[in-house]
């Protein structure tokens, strides 16, 4: 049976405090829910990548300053991809207002760390950002099945 036959509709949540010792839940999460919904193992790694480096980024940046507060992961997968959906409480964020690293100068050269959004727009195929109602943030983040994702699973 082709991986494409074994892709489950399916909607799980999973909420927690914005905090380092979350991101084992949420990653595992992440690998879970991706497998039940069908994914091979390429295409679970991704997915599972883009909401740590997202998750990361609402922990160390988002909740900076100010007590952590709560973060909502909620992952939906269908026969043409999966949704990736990431809520908070914490600041306002606009992901197009992050500097964009320069991939050409020496790495020596280069800040610490601002690769988060541009792995996550390479391992995904939509991401959008919107102010959250009542405050807060939600991304949402696309990843559609590629014929070549069914040869593997």
Do not use: K
């Not at 939600?138 to 590629?146: C, G, K, S």
């Amino acid at each position: 049976m082709s991986a494409a036959t074994t892709r489950r509709r399916i909607v799980r949540n999973l909420s927690c405090q914005a905090v380092r010792a979350s991101l084992p839940e949420l990653l595992g999460f992440a690998i879970e829910v991706a497998s039940e919904a069908g994914l091979d193992e390429q295409t679970a790694h991704a997915v599972r990548l883009a909401v740590e480096e997202a998750c990361v980024n609402v922990i160390e940046h988002g909740y900076a300053d100010m007590p952590p507060g709560p973060i909502e992961l909620t992952i939906a997968g269908d026969p043409g991809g999966v949704r990736v959906e990431i809520a908070d409480r914490a600041r306002p964020f606009a992901p197009d207002a992050a500097p964009v690293p320069d991939l050409q100068a020496a790495v020596e050269d280069r800040p610490m760390g601002g690769l988060g959004w541009l792995l996550i727009r390479e391992l995904m195929d939509e991401v959008r950002h919107a102010p959250r109602e009542g405050g807060g943030n939600r991304l949402t983040m696309i990843r559609r099945f590629r014929p070549s994702d069914s040869n593997r699973h």
